[in-house]
């Protein structure tokens, strides 16, 4: 017997509106008039709450298996909590790291039965590695992750422009696409040497760790990249953006050259401000940094004018200790931002700052948070959108509910992250996945029956 899910404010292909989803067999077997159940014996009604498609997440470190800094089982809960479906794994904090078959098929074996979501894995690329990349192709990862500079894993070593050539050579015809740190040490190391030189200063301020992360970096990366596409005309991503200067004036001539870069920014570089961060707080480093507000400005009208096209958490955690939070230097701190589940209230928070109203918001979060990594993950059609044929994950959203983020609504493994005391807006009281209730009024049901999602 098919399940009827209803409200007045549902995000289909032709926008917020009144409708009723028809599920069976997992799937979205139709989407109907609001009216239109008859003969339906289950319906859910839920009134005037948004029912939008469940969010994918393709930029998330799980770090399973071999480190304790998360893991499959509180990662997965923490993003259904979010109304996230589906996770992308990154293939670096792992042991083993994802850049072969071995690792992974160790990382299959470390998510057996703990995966409360849908999720995939992406593969990496380190130097050296080349061989191995029809191997991971073949076993159905979505495409592969590189960095450009040092990634601070001994285990996935940083590639050049002849190791990265020698991937995409690999990868060319595969359709797969190539995600990149974009980073390149150039521009670090020469800002290292003038602060050591001529600016001697607190590395417990937020301030000094940005000036030491320079956009150059990023502009210089993505130039490198705007070549090795127009080269090899294989699919590439650039991955948390953080950079609207020179960076984002390459990203707008690629797009009207028609070349097949994407490009995603993230949840922390649109709320927070470089200059707010307080001496000491640690648990906002990240790479590339927060940068000023000016810098968030000019990202969210790239998200508007659709030079960026996703937005992601990069959800990247650690053990409280790696943060060095007694001695708030960020030179010494583990960079990376714990936020799994807090993407959504955080990002309708900001949409309603920014006077978007209940529709423009929802389009823009299905748009952005939804259909967009899917369609980077491949995943397209299945996952980030209510639509007949796609799978049938729903998240049931609160747009008017506030509240204080506190560590009870961490649901990741270390409660440590820069949103605590957020005040927000919006608040998920339902996710289903595949047809299945997951999470419900903040306690989680069913069980943990997410699947691996391998790219045909």
């Known amino acids: 017997m098919a ?16 409708a009723a989803l028809i599920i069976a067999d997992e799937k979205i077997a139709a989407v109907r008039a609001w009216n239109d159940i008859e003969g339906e014996a289950d319906v859910s009604d839920f009134g005037e709450l948004l029912v939008l498609p469940g969010l994918v997440d393709s930029h998330v470190h799980i770090n399973d298996p071999g480190r304790d800094w998360e893991g499959f089982d509180t990662a997965t809960r923490a993003a259904a909590a979010g109304g996230v479906t589906t996770l992308v794994d990154m293939p670096l904090n792992c042991v083993p790291e994802t850049i072969n078959w071995e690792g992974l098929e160790a990382k299959r074996e470390a998510a057996k039965g703990k995966a409360w979501v849908d999720w995939a894995a992406w593969g990496g690329v380190v130097r050296g590695n080349a061989e191995e990349l029809p ?13 450009l ?20 050579a690999k990868l060319r015809g595969t359709g797969l696409p190539l995600l ?10 020469a800002r290292a040497r003038e602060l050591q030189t001529t600016t001697p200063g607190d590395w417990r301020s937020h301030q000094r760790y940005m000036i030491s992360r320079p956009e150059l970096a990023e502009s210089d990366a993505i130039l490198l990249l705007y070549r090795m596409a127009q080269e090899f005309l294989t699919p590439i991503h650039v991955v948390h953006l953080s950079s609207a200067g020179p960076a984002l004036m390459l990203l707008k001539q690629a797009r009207s050259r028609k070349l097949p870069i994407t490009v995603e920014t993230c949840v922390h570089y649109l709320w ?8 000491g707080a640690t648990e906002y480093k990240c790479a590339p940094p927060i940068r000023r507000s000016d810098n968030r400005e000019k990202l969210w009208q790239a998200l508007e004018d659709g030079v960026i096209d996703m937005v992601v958490t990069d959800h990247s955690p650690c053990p409280p200790a790696m943060k060095h939070r007694l001695e708030g230097r960020f030179d010494l701190a583990w960079g990376g931002i714990a936020s799994l589940g807090l993407a959504l209230p955080v990002m309708w928070t900001a949409l309603h700052r920014r006077g978007y109203n209940t529709k423009q918001a929802a389009e823009r979060i299905g748009k952005w948070m939804a259909a967009g990594p899917a ?17 049938a994950d729903v998240t049931i959203f609160d747009p008017d ?7 009870d609504d961490l649901h990741f493994r270390h409660k440590l992250s820069p949103y605590l ?18 999470f419900f009024n903040e306690q989680f049901v069913s069980q943990a029956r997410g699947t691996e999602l391998v790219r045909p």
Not at 272 to 279: K, R, T, V
Not at 421 to 438: D, F, H, N, S, Y
Request: glycine share 14%.
């Open 272 to 279: 927070f401000a470089g200059e707010e961060i307080p001496d």
């Open 421 to 438: 005391g957020a005040k927000v807006r919006g608040r998920v009281r339902e996710t289903w996945l595949r047809g299945e209730q997951i």
């Open 135 to 147: 191997g991971l192709v073949a076993a159905g990862v979505p495409g592969f992750k590189c960095f």
């Open 149 to 168: 500079i040092d990634s601070g894993i001994e285990g996935f070593a940083w590639v050049d422009e002849a190791n990265l050539g020698a991937a995409l």
């Open 401 to 407: 509910a506030t509240w204080t983020v506190t560590k």
């Open 3 to 18: 399940h009827a899910l209803r409200s007045t404010r549902v995000l289909t292909h032709d926008g917020l509106r009144p």
């Open 180 to 189: 990149a740190h974009a980073e390149v040490a150039g521009p670090i190391d």
């Open 375 to 391: 369609r980077v993950a491949g995943f397209e059609g299945r996952k980030g959108v209510l639509a007949p044929g796609a799978d």
